[in-house]
């Protein structure tokens, strides 16, 4: 067995099967829970990204005419290497993103589901044939590759975010660039290793680690014919437009700021494990998580004694060391978000838990901050305007199911959100008025299962096509649609006009 670890500290680029760095500029990778730096990664040169993306166009090639019975091979043999490793994966995620193993273990079974999906692909590229269209006439659709296509993903899901596309884009013939994070990029590379090893060839499925350098040239260079982008909304939008302007098809998914609106006749037990579960997992740095808390003012005080005290029974630390909530991912945003627990104070909203104070299960030099509430905070705060990415959870108090639903609507994101409640027509109501592209009935985190798509509203998604499911395989590939007639005795004559079917 292969090593999936990049054990010396060097963490370098995969460029049609070889191991490779040359630009000589790096960037430090930390184990949050100590601080230490424990790898350097390779930061791509625009010219080295053109090297990688002519090898990806020439391996296209090969692999578009590739059998769906190869391609399927190969898929089927990727999700058993993958489930067989996901724990070594876990591991790596946990050493340089912090979050908790059951957590990073939690990611890597999300993104299989999706290899699951791609083995399906002889069933998903099946197109339509209509006999007799016309008179000796038959049409029929298909779907083809687009070529080499980019995948640009951010630090927080390092193996779901990435598997939300490959194995979909792989299926469907592509050749994959993938630009992952340089925050913690080790995931990708186990990733790319495990490609290799299911029998995919060389050039297939590249790795290029960077920054803005590397991602500018993914998105001007005329031979990637597709980007799918996740990360913070500045840049998600900013590669919508420069990468369309380049006359790509792009799906940038951005950033949110999920709402869960809890209405009196609630199960507030309930609802309050999902405040946790949602609020503080992988210490807020989801993009699923929950971060305004919409209470209905009657329940406010007692659904926040009830977090309160589950709050009080969370222990923060190390990952590796069975604690409920890891650090954060680097210390600039330990301080950027430690910076908003200051700001909510100065703003009045009431600091009912203060996560600056916690004791933490893990090194003095790690990048910590506890859970922390506020409550009465209102839409005016910073706190409530802007995506924190940290374990800072904001009660909004509303009068009414119209003034939580008005607020919801009112906010610029639209990723996910939840209603808790016991009333099926309300619960209704909500699906349908709310604009926001994934909803939770007495679920705090509603992300689709793989055969569905992921995505959000407004400045949440920048594209039409969201991620995974069906709209995977129509991004990933583009129709065709056929109109054939093969001689026969009857067929013949001129006629300029316009095909008409009779
Ligand atoms: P980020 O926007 O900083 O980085 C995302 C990617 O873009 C990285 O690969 C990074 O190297 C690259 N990048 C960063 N700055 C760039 C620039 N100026 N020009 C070009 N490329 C640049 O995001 P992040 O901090 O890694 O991830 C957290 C963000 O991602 C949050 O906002 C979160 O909500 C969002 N996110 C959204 C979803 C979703 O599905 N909508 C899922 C996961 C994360």
Redesign the pocket.
């Known amino acids: 067995m292969s090593t999936l670890g990049t054990e010396p500290a060097r963490i370098t680029h995969l460029i049609g099967g070889r191991w490779d760095g040359t630009s000589g500029r790096t960037s430090e990778v930390f184990n949050p829970a100590s601080g230490e730096v424990t790898g350097r990664v390779d930061l791509a040169s625009a010219d080295l990204v053109g090297e990688v993306v002519a090898t990806a166009r020439t391996a296209w090639e090969g692999w578009a005419d590739t059998s769906l019975a190869k391609r399927t091979q190969v898929l089927f043999a990727f999700r058993e290497l993958l489930n067989a490793r996901k724990q070594e994966i876990a591991a790596l995620i946990t050493a340089e993103h912090g979050k908790v193993l059951d957590d990073a273990l939690g990611e890597v079974t999300r993104g299989l589901e999706v290899a699951e999906f791609a083995c399906g692909i002889p069933h998903l590229l099946k197109g339509g044939f209509t006999e007799n269209a016309s008179t000796k006439v038959d049409v029929y659709s298909l779907r083809q590759p687009l070529g080499v296509v980019a995948v640009?993903?951010?630090?927080?899901?390092p193996a779901m975010?990435p598997l939300w596309f490959i194995p979909i884009a792989i299926a469907c013939g592509n050749a994959v660039v993938l630009?992952?994070?340089?925050?913690d990029p080790s995931a990708a590379v186990a990733m790319a290793r495990l490609w290799r090893e299911a029998g995919l060839p060389d050039g297939v499925m590249n790795v290029v680690h960077?920054?803005?350098e590397a991602?500018?040239a993914l998105l001007t260079h005329p031979d990637v014919k597709a980007v799918s982008?996740?990360?913070?909304?500045p840049?998600?939008r900013?590669?919508y437009e420069t990468a369309t302007a380049h006359g790509k098809r792009v799906q940038a998914?951005?950033?949110?700021k999920n709402h869960m609106l809890v209405l009196p006749d609630a199960d507030l037990d309930l609802a309050a494990d999902a405040a946790i579960n949602a609020g503080f997992g992988s210490a807020g740095e989801r993009?699923m998580a929950i971060s305004a808390l919409v209470a209905v003012d009657t329940i406010a005080d007692e659904l926040i004694e009830k977090i309160t005290d589950r709050m009080r029974k969370l222990r923060t630390g190390d990952g590796t060391r069975g604690c409920d909530m890891g650090p954060l991912v680097t210390s600039a945003h330990r301080d950027k978000v430690a910076s908003y627990v200051e700001a909510g104070v100065d703003a009045g909203a009431t600091l009912v838990v203060d996560g600056r104070k916690d004791e933490f299960d893990g090194g003095d030099q790690g990048f910590w901050l506890g859970p922390t509430l506020f409550d009465h905070v209102t839409p005016q705060m910073s706190i409530y305007r802007d995506?924190i990415?940290g374990p800072v959870l904001s009660v909004v108090r509303v009068k009414s199911y119209e003034e939580g639903l008005n607020l919801i609507n009112a906010n610029p994101y639209g990723?996910g959100t939840a209603i808790f409640t016991n009333d099926g027509g309300a619960a209704r109501r909500f699906q349908n008025q709310v604009e926001v592209g994934m909803v939770g009935i007495n679920v705090p985190i509603p992300v689709p299962v793989s055969y569905y798509s992921?995505?959000?509203w407004k400045d949440?998604?920048f594209g039409d096509t969201h991620a995974h499911g069906m709209d995977g395989v129509h991004f990933y590939t583009r129709g065709k649609v056929v109109t054939s007639r093969w001689l026969d005795p009857g067929h013949g004559g001129l006629n300029l006009g316009f095909p008409r079917n009779d």
């Open positions: 640009i993903s951010p630090f927080n899901f975010v630009k992952p994070s340089e925050k960077g920054d803005k991602v500018d982008f996740v990360g913070s909304t840049i998600a900013y590669v998914l951005g950033g949110a993009c995506e990415f990723n992921f995505g959000g949440s998604l």
